[in-house]
């Protein structure tokens, strides 16, 4: 019986892959923890519980007492607010990591997913269809810290045989949590100004497009991934994944063809800079010839989901 530990149930991707693992592998089985209180449809569902990961002692006792077998360590300072705290951030999302590969090592977990980003990709990135294997030279603090921690999941996986499995996630798009301090975040926040003030000020350039996705996607690709055999698997630093390519100008064009009366104005800040440095579509040719990945929403599908759910949201 998998018993799966899930640190960072209260973030974007944690509380709707928690919800997902626990469809497949049994609500009693999937052990929510974040370090701020998770929300309710996730303390609902199964057990959650307040743990830092950078608390190494406290996580190694739950990890034995729930004997778990498999990790997916989703806490980390996105890059926005990385810029703010460069060394704060890099201690957190680096030790964060550190601690789960030393404790995967020592008990012996089987299986650990660690997210990485297309923050790992600079300036001198091809920018269109960004290949798996590249220039990987990151100018942003959350991107060097992703890169980093991809060569640690290489080298825990070369000298220990660690399980560990990894995914460069584009920007990610969803409605359950409102945006959490990432450069791409604009994607998200842009709906929930549309559904209550019917306008948006952007902090990015109209042009500036990004590799993006819509959570639905990210989730399938994840649990995918960790079900591949692992003798399927040819990437140990982190596979590229790619959904759709957009800029603002587009996501607000989609958002009028559903709301005519909304506005959008640019006002771009320092993320302008970091957005600049990253690739502008991706070449996610590992992730489909290893596992057969592909993705399913495109940019019109996602807007109508989101403008939906959003003002659901709102009302409640
Ligand atoms: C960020 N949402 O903007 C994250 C993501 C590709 C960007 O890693 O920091």
Redesign the pocket.
């Known amino acids: 019986m998998e018993k799966i530990l899930v640190i960072g149930s209260a973030g974007?991707i944690g509380s709707e892959l928690t919800l997902a693992l626990r469809n497949v592998y049994g609500e009693g089985n999937v052990y929510a923890t974040d370090i701020r209180d998770a929300p309710k449809d996730i303390k609902k569902t199964g057990p959650f519980q307040l743990l830092d990961v950078m608390d190494d002692k406290r996580l190694i006792h739950f990890v034995i007492r729930y004997k778990i077998t498999q990790i997916y360590l989703l806490a980390?300072v996105?890059?926005?607010?990385?810029e703010r705290l460069p060394l704060q951030a890099w201690d957190i999302n680096m030790r964060s990591l550190l601690n789960i590969l030393d404790l995967a090592r020592e008990v012996g977990i089987k299986k650990i997913f660690w997210?990485?980003?297309?923050?790992v990709f600079g300036l001198t990135t091809p920018k269109i269809n960004t290949p798996q294997l590249t220039y990987t030279e990151p100018n942003?603090v959350?991107g060097i810290s992703?890169l980093a921690g991809e060569r640690w999941c290489e080298y825990y996986h070369n000298k220990f045989n660690l399980d560990i499995r990894s995914i460069?996630?584009?920007?990610?798009i969803s409605y359950k949590t409102e945006a959490?301090?990432?450069?791409?975040?604009y994607a998200v926040e842009i709906f929930y100004d549309a559904v209550r003030n019917g306008k948006y000020e952007c902090f990015l350039k109209p042009d500036a497009t990004?590799?993006?996705m819509f959570m639905p996607d990210a989730i399938r690709g994840t649990i995918e991934l960790m079900e591949t055999d692992a003798l399927k698997l040819t990437v140990h630093s982190s596979y590229n994944l790619s959904g759709i390519s957009f800029n603002p100008k587009e996501l607000s064009d989609e958002i009028k063809k559903i709301k005519p009366g909304f506005e959008i104005t640019y006002k771009p800040d320092f993320?302008q800079k970091?957005a600049e440095s990253?690739p502008q579509s991706i070449d996610d040719s590992s992730a489909r010839n290893d596992w057969g990945w592909k993705h399913e929403y495109d940019l019109k599908k996602m807007t109508k989901i989101m403008l939906k759910e959003v003002t659901v949201k709102q009302r409640t």
């Open positions: 974007q980390a996105l890059s926005g607010n990385a997210p990485s980003s297309i923050a942003t959350y992703k460069r996630y584009p920007g990610l959490g301090g990432g450069t791409t975040d990004l590799p993006m993320r970091i990253w």
